[in-house]
């Protein structure tokens, strides 16, 4: 009861103020749920034409058309699988942002993974082996810079 | 007249810039003082005629010379003067003469701030500098020269790009620039250091302040080309992973790497060869960068120039640089002693573990950035990589490596204890759980990836606070006092990392919460979004210098009150043919910004009728800027370290001695600041 009395207590404040008039915009897509999937799969495919930009970010003619082709593709019930082979098929792989596994790129997928994977173990045969080295010369080697008890930054 | 004046300066600077390369070396090998002495008058003089030929362009910008091709490629008279001025970068020339510009301004940097060190040292620092300065001078003289002259000379200028006639344009580039080439001076350091095979801990502290400015100045850099893009665009991006952001991406991760390296090697005499490794590293990534950008290998926002025989005096220039850097090092690095020892469970060890993370951060987006060219140029197909590759392996890679930075402060020197850790960490740890689980359900929604953003963000917070506390701790006095105690580089540090987590609640909020709607509006449509009400009102004609534009305006309320109206536009320029840019209106705020783009007329006949609009909510973006902000300043407050600035005596002799001399007249306190227990007695 009272937030019905508040709803219109509101409405009757922005009449006055002329702030809410006219009706709701028509989003460019009727159907939101669908133009959000949209997005989607939009936004992880690049804008030919433009100098690196998604479709979904795109206001380029190419890109509208794309975004309508993908709405459309959609609602006929395809996957995004569907739709970005689709898109590969027409354009070649250069079109996904998100690269395919492929033998090409394995390098591209596994490589930071790999290169993480030597840093540490490098890391830690370095720390043994230097540890190891300078017991063996009986404890510090260079001392010039002594540590106060106190931590420093 | 002017525009050859420029020229003939560049030609006198190349020629000092020789004399500078090659006599100081020489006379530093050799142990010849006189050659050893000129290293600093040459790089001062080589300054002036840079800084001559800088102003010539300027001056033929400013006044409209369109005899000069590059001014008329980037210039128009009805350019606003501002604009004619940063124009003098605008373009690929000019950004290679405010490389060598900046590159000068650090050389003569070197000569004023290192007036402790010895004259050695000094020569082979600007020997090295001005060798780099050969470089990109004889690259500007033979393939790009900015005062080449047109016949016939056109009437009118071609106009600047129009997304760079901006605000933006004054500060992102030399902000940049002096970022990535202020890597150089730690280069240079490195590789006098390498020559002389005196490498210890006086080099690392010689080294640390120019680092951590040059690192500040990359950091701002990067900050406003990101904020910058944001707005400019006009889709409300704020970073794409573009090759360009990239290229100072690179350099600030190994740059970032360096510099707490750097510290571990002051303190400790630690990794001194690893330290060499990342200021070669850093600067090659530099180098690199402009590489990237200048020689058109890529097409991107910023890559105008197309012209293969200047990738190659760039790549060629690289080889050398990078090969010439890393075969020194492999021969004079062995020699290096190991430094002070410490143990598997340290804070050198774990500095040194994060060093890994951020140097493999790094060559994961060297690898993303130069993977679609490589295999184009093996014509093995054509691929993008853009941000889904960078977010899914990026992530995985900084997580742990911000779990180190929460633990490394908190750890010991030489031998940290894990038990003492464990205790130290278990209050934060606990804490940081129970806001990431707690927290995204306040915000609005639980996701792992949103849950891990706060995580990470509050396991920063609640480590920094228990350091802090666990070092006032050690102190007694009042907490004022206490605090006024802790060395500024202490504060710097804890800054930095609290700008990070900033930065991550930033990323975190705006990835997850963002909203944006494409709508159809005529006047007086409305479009609700996130709780805010956007009215349009109608688009006016606007006619400015050198563009004309449709300004839309629409009025945003909130709750029946108005909280903005907005004005975005859509801009055609008189000069150019481009299709008209977009210039969004935003209205920020600390918890959102609001942001409205104009697309195209529905009819396009009908401007008065309706047109698409872009809306979009982004909360928390800005945290983003002012996490790097706060970042910066952490390095600010690094530099303005009391122990920078204290000539060496006083720093190793006691504290009556720098009480005296601080309460000297203001002359003399100047240099040697008072200890903080005396600011604290007399506030």
């Known amino acids: 009861m009272t937030s019905r009395w508040l709803i219109a207590a509101a409405l009757f404040l922005s009449a006055a103020s002329g702030i809410v008039s006219g009706k709701e915009a028509a989003p460019l897509a009727d159907d939101p749920e669908l133009e959000a999937r949209t997005t989607q799969v939009a936004s992880e495919l690049r804008c030919l034409v433009c100098q690196n930009q998604t479709i979904a970010d795109s206001q380029a003619g190419l890109a509208i058309d794309l975004k309508n082709q993908i709405r459309e593709q959609l609602r006929q019930g395809a996957t995004e699988a569907q739709i970005k082979q689709y898109m590969v098929q027409r354009y070649g792989d250069f ?24 840093g540490i173990a490098a890391l830690i045969y370095t720390l043994l082996k230097r540890n190891r080295g300078a017991r063996s010369v009986g404890g510090n080697e260079t001392n010039t810079n002594s540590v106060s008890s106190r931590p420093e930054s | 007249m002017v525009p050859e004046l420029g020229h003939f300066a560049l030609i006198l600077a190349l020629l000092l810039a020789l004399v500078q390369g090659i006599f100081p070396l020489v006379g530093a090998a050799r142990g010849m003082p006189g050659l050893v002495a000129i290293a600093r008058p040459v790089a001062q003089g080589q300054f002036v005629f840079v800084a001559i030929a800088f102003g010539c362009l300027a001056y033929s910008f400013l006044n409209n010379d ?63 500098m001005g060798l780099i300065s050969i470089g990109f001078l004889l690259f500007m003289l033979l393939t790009s020269d900015p005062f080449d002259r047109l016949s016939p000379v056109p009437p009118n200028g071609r106009d600047l790009n129009p997304l760079l006639q901006d605000p933006g344009m004054t500060s992102h580039p030399p902000m940049l620039y002096m970022g990535y080439v202020g890597f150089s001076v730690a280069f240079a350091f490195s590789i006098a250091a390498l020559l002389s095979g005196r490498l210890d801990a006086a080099w690392a502290r010689w080294t640390r302040p120019w680092t951590t400015v040059a690192w500040t100045f990359l950091t701002i850099g990067i900050m406003l080309g990101s904020g910058w893009a944001y707005y400019v665009l006009g889709w409300g991006g704020w970073w794409f992973w573009d090759s360009v952001e990239n290229a100072s991406f690179m350099p600030w991760l190994v740059g970032t790497a360096l510099m707490h390296s750097l510290a571990v090697t002051e303190k400790r005499g630690a990794f001194k060869s690893w330290t060499v490794l990342l200021a070669i590293f850093a600067f090659s990534l530099s180098l690199l960068g402009t590489f990237l950008v200048r020689s058109g290998v890529l097409t991107s926002v910023h890559a105008f120039a197309t012209d293969p025989k200047r990738g190659l005096f760039i790549l060629i220039f690289l080889a050398i640089v990078i090969g010439s850097s890393l075969a020194l090092f492999a021969w004079r690095a062995p020699k290096v ?46 691929i993008s990589v853009g941000p889904p590759y960078f977010n899914s392996v990026f992530v995985p890679l900084m997580a742990p490596a911000i779990f180190l930075m929460g633990v490394g402060p908190l750890a010991r020197w030489k031998e940290a204890r894990l038990p003492d850790l464990k205790v130290r960490l278990k209050w934060a740890f606990g804490v940081s759980i129970v806001i990431a689980l707690i927290l995204p359900f306040v915000a609005g929604e ?48 804890l800054f930095a990392h609290f700008g990070v987590a900033v930065f991550i609640i930033g990323v975190t909020m705006v990835k997850s919460f963002e909203s944006e709607k494409d709508v159809k509006m005529a006047v007086g449509d409305v479009a609700t979004i996130g709780g805010y009400a956007f009215r349009y009102d109608g688009v006016t004609e606007v006619q400015g210098p050198n563009y004309q534009a449709l300004r839309g305006t629409l009025t945003v309320s909130r709750n029946g009150e108005t909280v903005a ?62 996490g790097c902000i706060i970042m910066a300043i952490g390095g600010l407050l690094a530099i303005f370290d009391r122990r920078y600035r204290l000539p060496l005596r006083v720093s190793e002799g006691t504290r009556e001695t720098a009480g005296i001399r601080a309460t000297a007249p203001p002359a003399a306190a100047g240099d040697t600041a008072p200890t903080a227990s005396l600011r604290t007695r007399n506030p």
């Open chain 1, 95 to 118: 079109v996904l942002y998100n690269p395919p596994v492929k033998t090409t790129t394995w390098l591209l997928w596994f490589g930071p993974f790999l290169l993480m994977v030597l």
């Open chain 2, 446 to 493: 639980w996701t792992p990836l949103i849950a891990l953003g706060f995580l990470l963000a509050a396991w920063i917070v609640s480590t920094t606070v228990v350091n802090l506390y666990h070092r006032l701790r050690q102190f007694d006095g009042s907490l004022i006092s206490r605090l006024a105690r802790q060395p500024r580089s202490y504060y710097g540090m």
């Open chain 2, 337 to 382: 002693g190991m430094g002070g020892s410490f143990k598997l469970v340290s804070r050198e060890a774990m500095l040194l573990a994060n060093n890994v993370l951020l140097v493999v951060a790094a060559a994961t987006v060297l690898l993303g950035t130069l993977y679609p060219l490589v295999l184009d140029a093996l014509n093995l197909g054509k």
């Open chain 2, 565 to 626: 109206v907005m004005h975005p536009e859509k801009r055609a320029y008189t000069a150019r043919d481009d299709s008209p840019t977009t210039e969004a209106a935003i209205k920020g705020g600390i918890t959102r910004d609001l942001y409205v783009a104009m697309g195209d007329p529905i009819d396009t006949s009908n401007i008065m009728g309706a047109w698409a609009i872009r809306i979009h909510i982004k909360p928390f973006v800005r945290w983003i800027w002012a």
């Open chain 2, 66 to 128: 369109f005899s000069v091709a590059y001014v008329a490629e980037n210039s128009n008279s009805a350019l606003p003067w501002y604009y004619r001025f940063t124009a003098v970068w605008g373009g690929h020339e000019g950004s290679l003469l405010l490389w060598v510009m900046i590159l000068n301004i650090w050389m003569v940097a070197v000569t004023v701030f290192s007036r402790r060190l010895p004259e050695t040292i000094i020569a082979r620092v600007l020997g090295v």
